[in-house]
């Protein structure tokens, strides 16, 4: 059973850089696809953006190029950098699998989610 | 704004069934076949319910199901149990390597 813990600072300031880290354990990082997920509060799920095991990244547009996934094979982690933080930031994020047994397009694993507040 | 369209709220006594709607368009529900269902109790990691619009994974109870025409993806849970009080999100893939969620929808038991 692939499990997912996501940690790192509860607290950003206006205009620095978020950055999140997700550990892996129960299966390799070395397949599937690698994703980061939101949810601000009161409002729904956003999905952020996602690492394949290759390396190659995608990201949603509305985040205009503000963030970077990268992954660690060696530690069995992958991580989120978001610049240029602002209030509309503030969220539990989320990370997730998928690329599993039921496909690309299922977030069939997650983490429990981690609360990032941005302060200004 | 959430790019697929769900009900803020349902409700259904226990022993209903209650349908959750989640409308997207034809660029993103309406163009694939690639939306799943996520089962969302507070303070918990969500759960993947149901995925390719129709198929439920392993563990889950045939009280879900999935369904969709046109822009617009359907939950169904029959048979309401009281631990199905949960809030629940459709996804579905837009293209390009990108997926896009609704707001999700808080289900009530009565």
């Keep these: ?120 | 704004q959430p790019a697929l369209t769900q009900p803020r709220s349902v409700s259904g006594s226990p022993g209903q069934s209650v349908t959750i709607s989640c409308t997207g368009s034809s660029s993103d529900v309406g163009n694939y076949k690639y939306v799943s269902w996520y089962q969302h109790h507070p303070g918990k990691a969500p759960k993947l319910i149901i995925f390719d619009v129709t198929k439920r994974p392993s563990g889950v109870p045939d009280r879900f199901s999935g369904s969709q025409s046109g822009n617009t993806a359907s939950l169904t849970i029959s048979g309401l149990q009281a631990e199905d009080e949960a809030d629940y999100y459709c996804c579905s893939y837009a293209g390009s390597y990108n997926w896009v969620f609704g707001g999700g929808t808080s289900l009530t038991v009565l």
């Design chain 1, 1 to 120: 059973q692939v499990q997912l813990q996501e940690s790192g600072p509860g607290l950003v300031k206006s205009s620095q850089t978020l950055s999140l880290t997700c550990s892996v354990s129960g299966g390799s990082i070395g397949s599937g696809s690698w994703n980061w997920i939101r949810q601000s509060a009161g409002k729904g799920l956003e999905w952020i953006g996602v690492i394949y095991a290759s390396g190659s990244t995608s990201f949603n547009p509305s985040l205009k190029s503000r963030a970077t996934i990268s992954l660690y094979t060696s530690k069995n982690q992958f991580s989120l950098s978001l610049t240029s933080v602002t209030a509309a930031d503030t969220a539990i994020y989320y990370c997730a699998k998928a690329g599993g047994r039921w496909g690309w397009h299922a977030f069939d694993f997650w983490g429990q989610g981690t609360m990032v507040s941005v302060s200004s």
